[in-house]
């Protein structure tokens, strides 16, 4: 998990030790600064103190419960007589998780905490649609399938699936093909196009930020994968298609059968 962090020193130094090596964090400077890294990096999980530069600044936080509706936002802060007003005033746009310093910061309570906040809901979804076939290959190619669908960005091409997974690319496709799962390219396609679809969502994210994001090399091979995957744009993805929708036929697409059938209409066009 990748987590970005608006805090004061003491609270962000409690924050490294929760989070040990296990997630990555970025720090931001400022709420500029905020802002930029979370439209530009694959952030999951942001961590923010509202008076962070001693100014109560619930309207950034406003600014972001609006703009980034998925992703979660915690606010983690000492108490003080402007916590319950600040909770107050936030709690019409979704009010995030508070977390407060000295209360209920202890590092394994904080972290869990951390861990079980919904960053990757559409993903997760996936994932639970191809559990059956999944359980057939072995473990290690499991757990690195897994990995690609909750960090697309990770993984770059084919080859970066068979390293993590320790196998031959031919090794690679003959155990997907026999768990009734598609290719490693079509696993690899759904995987950045889930995330891509769960980015879309949010009004504050264009584009470009999304290809950045994910490491596409251009707008136009990220609108190309989007288009294969849907028969959408990106534009009218984000407009017109549910989550449910989304994940039910990404999900089918996954599957060997369906992958076949849909690669034949293809090459019938």
């Known amino acids: 998990m990748e987590v970005v962090a608006r805090l004061t020193a003491p609270l ?6 929760v989070l040990a090596r296990e997630h990555q964090l970025v720090v931001a400077e400022d709420w500029a600064a905020l802002d930029r890294v979370i439209r530009s ?45 600040i909770t107050v005033e936030l709690a019409k746009y979704g009010l995030p998780q508070v977390v407060l310093r000295g209360f209920d910061d202890e590092p394994n309570h904080f972290r869990a905490l951390l861990d079980r906040q919904p960053a990757r809901a559409v993903e997760n979804a996936l994932l639970s649609r191809i559990a059956k076939p999944l359980a057939r290959v072995p473990p290690p190619l499991a757990k690195a399938i897994g990995e690609m669908f909750l960090r697309p960005h990770a993984f770059q091409s084919v080859d970066s ?19 009734g799962l598609a290719s490693a390219r079509t696993l690899l396609t759904g995987a950045r196009v889930a995330r891509a679809y769960h980015y879309l969502r949010d009004s504050g994210y264009q584009i470009d930020d999304v290809t950045r994001k994910l490491s596409y090399a251009s707008p136009r091979l ?40 849909k690669n034949g209409n293809h090459a019938r066009q």
Do not use: N
């Open 12 to 17: 962000l130094a409690h924050l490294r030790l």
């Open 41 to 85: 990096r694959p952030i999951d999980l942001a961590v923010v103190d509202p008076r962070a530069d001693g100014m109560a600044r619930s309207d950034e936080i406003q600014a972001l419960l609006v703009r980034y509706r998925s992703l979660p936002l915690v606010l983690y802060m000492p108490l003080a007589p402007e916590t319950l007003r």
């Open 161 to 179: 699936l068979a390293v993590a997974a320790g196998l031959t690319r031919r090794s690679l496709d003959r155990s997907l093909g026999r768990a």
């Open 222 to 261: 990220l609108a190309r994968q989007v288009r294969w995957a849907t028969g959408l744009s990106p534009s009218t993805l984000r407009k017109t298609v549910e989550p449910e929708k989304f994940i039910s036929e990404l999900a089918g697409m996954l599957h060997r059968r369906r992958e076949d059938r």
